[in-house]
């Protein structure tokens, strides 16, 4: 879609906060709350942001760009290029950081810029009166994105840690307070979510508590690829993996072409399932539950046989 810039707003300093319209149709895709968009950006390719706005408001979209001074210039364009009235390329929302289907006590922790899918759920989880906590943290106040509508949503449900208000947050402290497993959804640098993660695994608390979402690909740090065969179930047809190949690549040749777009693990276009054997998963998309059947071919492999749900 080409949306319409209709209006522009620094916020905390560094932050864009971008309201996108439809220069005619008075209705865009529906979405839900932890939602985000690919933006096209010209001459540098694709940036995901989350969509931090009303679901049932679907006037226009919430996005809010931080400006990354060390990126890869695409928050740089948007920042300079961007005026009332521009047009943006605009793909339609897609989800995979889901609120959890079956409600419990909920803890989101957002880490600055991140604060953006979770204060969709905080609005989502306020109107159905859940029983949730957010915890917030950044620099300070001021480096805070997003602070005072996140503050009008939750309420004293808000907790912020501000380290030049001398407050720190600990993982492992705030999951002690809690009395029992909550689910717990993370949005913000590495090591917080790594932080978060730690401590749910130090309190006993199983991995399928914790959910994230990242937007950069896994480091493959001393990750070495080995051959393997995919299975299609519904054919029987075996395809054989090379080590130096992906398996969406294998697919495609075998005339099963399934959508691509960031080929490392992030954006979740080629998914698929599968039923049998062992996947070394190697995206950033998937939670541990949607691991056990899922997987995404253009970076995941198979150890030995795996059969695909194709
Ligand atoms: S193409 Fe993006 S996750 Fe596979």
Known sequence: MKLRVAELRRDAGDVLAIRLEHPRRPQLPAWTAGAHVDVHVPGLGVRHYSLWGDPDDRSHYLIAVRREEAGRGGSAWLHQALAPDALLTVAAPRNHFELPEVPRRTLLVAGGIGVTPLLAMARRLTQNNADFAFHYCARSRAAAPLLDELAAICGDRLVTWFPDEGRRFDASTVLAAEPAEADILVCGPQRLAEAVEAAVAARGWPAECFHTERFA?????????????????????????????SLVAVLAEGGIELPTSCE????????????????????????????????????????GRIVLDL
Request: contains cysteine; charged residues 25%; glycine residues 10%.
């Open 217 to 245: 690909a896994l480091d493959p740090g001393d990750f070495v690829p080995e051959p393997f065969e995919a299975v299609i179930a519904s054919t029987g047809a075996v395809l054989s993996v090379p080590a130096e190949r």
């Open 264 to 303: 490392s693990g992030v954006c979740g276009s080629c998914e698929c399932g599968y039923l049998q054997g062992e996947v070394v998963h190697r995206d950033v998309v998937l939670d541990a539950t949607r691991q056990k059947t899922r997987l995404m071919p253009c970076v995941s492999r198979g150890r």
